[in-house]
């Protein structure tokens, strides 16, 4: 029998600390109860972008920051089979290229985490999760399909600053890519992910405002933001966590 399985999608705009946060609650949240005990699994968007060569092109600058990038009925395929069996296919698992994208020193050491963790599923929610596979999705375009939204059980999106973001992409090396690895050019994110992002939430948003407050239809859809802006990661940890919780209820 494959477990309960509970699937949160982490969303967020580029460098808003989705695989950070993916693999903090990964390592934190109790391992079910399976035989033999299964720790969370995470699948990622970035490993259902469609071939290069079907990579919209704007300007003479391919845009990888579009839905139309994105292989959403794959995704939603690897979402199905985890449900169904309680472990990701063999296949997504080989394709998967996410493992080659370090994310450098985390901005929350792991042994705080758990700290953390142990602090706030304490209470009888950690038995409960025992029961329950969590399956997290780490994607920056996840609420834009909506066969694919769905599928989740708890819906995140993270935000931060403008300036935050594109200080923490532009600090990024670049990016492993199934065929190769990529490299932001000059203002890339001024010119593609920035407007990438608001074009596909800003609907999500009151009056477009994308540092505003969510937009009523996004809150009935289930969407959840932080509770500020600009967090830090131990502050999403633990919203992220009760966000979880508050899901098993
Ligand atoms: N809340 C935060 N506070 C401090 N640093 C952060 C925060 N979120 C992300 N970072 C840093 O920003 C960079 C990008 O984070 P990452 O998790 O790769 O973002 P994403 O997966 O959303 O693109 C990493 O170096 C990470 O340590
Ligand atoms: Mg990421």
């Known amino acids: 029998m494959p477990p309960r ?12 600390g989705k695989s950070t946060l993916t693999r903090l609650m990964r390592d934190v949240l109790p391992r079910a109860t399976t035989t033999p005990p299964r720790r969370a699994l995470i699948l990622y968007e970035d490993d ?6 079907d990579i919209p092109v704007v300007d003479g600058v391919q845009d990888w ?3 139309e990038a994105i292989d959403y009925a794959g995704l939603r395929a690897a979402v199905a089979h985890v449900r169904a069996c309680g472990t990701v296919s063999a296949a997504v698992e080989e394709q998967s290229k996410e493992d080659r994208n370090e994310l450098g020193k ?10 953390l963790a142990t602090r706030i599923l304490g209470d009888g929610a950690g038995a409960v999760l025992e029961e329950t596979l969590v399956c997290l999705v780490d994607g920056f375009l996840l609420f834009n ?3 694919l939204v769905k599928l989740l059980d708890v819906k995140l999106l993270l935000r931060a600053p403008y300036a935050k973001l594109k200080q923490r992409r532009e600090a990024r090396n670049g990016y492993a890519t199934i065929e190769g690895f990529w490299v932001d050019p000059p203002g890339y994110f001024d010119d593609i992910v920035w407007p990438g992002y608001v074009r596909a939430h800003r609907d999500l948003f009151v009056g477009g405002d994308m ?8 809150v009935d859809a289930g969407i959840q933001v932080p509770p500020e802006l600009d967090m830090t990661m131990a502050g999403l940890l633990e919203w992220a966590l ?6 098993l209820a």
């Open 5 to 16: 399985v509970l699937v949160v999608g982490v969303s967020g705009p580029s460098s808003s």
């Open 48 to 53: 259902f972008y469609k071939p290069e060569v």
């Open 65 to 67: 920051d579009c839905p």
């Open 106 to 115: 985390p901005p929350l050491e792991t042994a705080a985490a758990r700290a």
């Open 145 to 147: 399909d909506p066969e």
């Open 211 to 218: 540092d505003g407050p969510l937009a009523p239809a996004a």
């Open 242 to 247: 009760a966000a979880v919780i508050a899901a």
